[in-house]
């Protein structure tokens, strides 16, 4: 294929799936507080728009609006760069992930993802997410106010400690698909077991899956492991001094990562696009996004019904959890998942 | 000129100007995030030269990890700004030049004798498979040296961290929770 069809493939995936993605970001926030409000007897967005729907547009006006205040006493340069750092690392690494597979139009095949197959994806989402640390590291500290700081300290000790079982859990399917690339793990899961039952890494991987799960929970720092910005503790945490769209920054940051991590425990435990494919071509060709959709949403779903329910853990009941039964268990998964391969 | 030479003299230019930046900062903290830079860009030369799988190790070990460890701790210690000085005079009058001389002299060495070559663009075997193999079969014994030292590392660590029990014998030990 010629490098300028390559190029302005590239550029119009881009800006689909950036477009895409910060809508789903928008509009998971609503989602959050109608589900939250509907779990609390409440009704949550009502007002703007039908079912609140043009809630999201709201706030995006009202972050333009307010005044953007700067504290005097914040080490300006970083204090600015924080909620950058943090948005844009958030944003980046949804540009290996695969949404279905490659499409052809006018004799040219398409990958439906930003790159092409990058034979190292897996590793380089890894790599960009934990560069997003020092986005709510430097908030913290930059700030110059002693919840600020609690709250970075906090996070960046707790996503260093919960990466160590992040990635050990994501080594299970490893092994079992022998690669990197995030396609040919969602390759290897095509077909079914006994003729009916997907053959999904969920089925294989499910204490991997329970690995995965809790400590990408942790990475993102959500209920019940918000301990950066414990409001009853820390005010808000590391964005305690942060207004307008500063704030926001780091609001969208908190999102699109709850997206990325759905999006990985689709790609490696739930098949990815895999789903019944039916019906004229058309259709063929949009379902596999369709399934990719609708699985990212369920897990969505999950992370707001999960901080509907559970309350959150006290600091030291977070760090032995991580420590002593999160990583174990995760070594422990990948032992038996060598040996059953070597077998 | 292809774009993988513009690319690479560019991630080169970005990791030099983060390494003097590194130097010529007074906080802690600024010096801390022009070596992430430096660590950033040099995965960048790697990926251009096909190592892939070095490159995003790089970034997630270096730049993802230990230099978030250099950053808490820099965080922890609220180090303040470092006072200039004019520096020693022996510094600058042999410093420098001895310095030049010693470069010089180490590129002088490699480029005549090590029998070694240019690397053209995206040509190094990283592929992960590639490594794995490498590293488990032939030089399996240097990796598990390697991570045995490690483990003596982190159990050294551990031991000069951990406090010597202050309570005084015969004392009633309180524990804290």
């Keep these: ?343 | 000129m292809s774009v993988h030479l513009i690319l690479f003299l560019a991630f080169g230019a970005v990791a030099v100007a983060g390494a003097i930046n590194l130097l010529a900062q007074t906080h802690p903290i600024n010096s801390a995030l022009s070596l992430i830079a430096v660590m950033a860009a040099l995965a960048g030369e790697y990926l251009l030269l096909g190592a892939e799988f070095v490159a995003a190790v790089q970034v997630i070990v270096y730049a993802g990890a230990i230099m978030v460890l250099f950053v808490f701790v820099i965080m922890l210690l609220n180090a303040g700004v470092e006072e200039r000085t004019k520096g020693s005079r022996v510094a600058i009058l042999f410093g420098v030049p001895g310095m030049l001389l010693g470069s010089l002299l180490v590129t002088w060495v490699v480029l005549r004798y090590s029998g070694t070559e240019a690397v053209p663009a995206g040509a190094l075997p990283g592929a992960p498979r590639t490594i794995g193999t490498l590293l488990f079969h032939e030089f399996l014994l240097p990796f598990e040296i390697t991570s045995i030292l490690i483990l003596v590392a982190i159990m050294g660590a551990v031991v000069l961290a951990s406090k010597p029990p202050t309570v005084a014998p015969g004392a009633p030990i309180r524990r804290v929770d």
């Design chain 1, 1 to 343: 294929m010629p490098i300028w069809i390559y190029i302005l493939a590239s550029v119009i995936k881009s800006a689909i799936v950036l477009g895409v993605l910060l809508t789903a970001v928008a509009y998971t926030v609503w989602l959050e507080r109608k589900v939250v409000g509907h779990m609390q007897n409440r009704w949550g967005p009502t007002r703007v728009g039908p079912f609140g729907l043009l809630q999201p547009a709201a706030d995006g006006l009202k972050f333009l609006f307010k005044e953007d205040l700067t504290p005097p006493h914040v080490y300006k340069p970083l204090y600015i760069a924080a909620p950058m750092i943090a948005v844009v690392f958030a944003l980046t690494s949804i540009a290996v992930i695969p949404f279905g597979n490659s499409i052809t139009i006018a004799g040219y095949t398409i990958p439906l993802q930003i790159t092409t197959d990058v034979n190292t994806g897996l590793l380089l989402i890894l790599g960009v997410t934990s560069i997003g640390i020092y986005g709510v590291a430097l908030a913290g500290w930059s700030s110059n106010n002693k919840y600020s700081l609690l709250g970075g300290l906090r996070a960046s000790a707790q996503m260093v400690s919960y990466e160590v079982s992040l990635g050990l859990s994501l080594v299970g399917v490893l092994i079992l698909t022998g690669s990197f690339s995030l396609n040919d793990i969602v390759a290897a899961q095509g077909g079914h077991f006994w003729g009916f039952i997907p053959r999904y890494n969920i089925f294989l991987q499910p204490v991997g899956f329970f690995c995965y799960l809790m400590a990408a929970y942790a990475e993102t720092n959500r209920i019940p492991f918000d301990l950066p910005e414990a409001e009853t503790e820390l005010v808000a945490g590391y964005h305690t001094e942060y207004s307008a769209m500063k704030f926001a920054m780091f609001f969208m940051a908190e999102y699109a990562n709850m997206i990325t991590v759905a999006c990985l425990a689709t790609l490696l435990f739930f098949g990815g696009w895999h789903g019944p494919i039916f019906g004229p071509e058309i259709l063929q060709a949009l379902l596999p996004v369709f399934w990719f959709v609708a699985k990212v949403f369920v897990f969505l779903f999950v992370y707001i019904w999960v901080r509907g329910t559970l309350p959150r853990f006290r600091y030291d009941q977070l760090m032995a959890f991580g420590w002593k039964f999160l990583l174990p268990l995760s070594l422990v998964n990948l032992i038996a998942t060598a040996i059953a391969v070597a077998w």
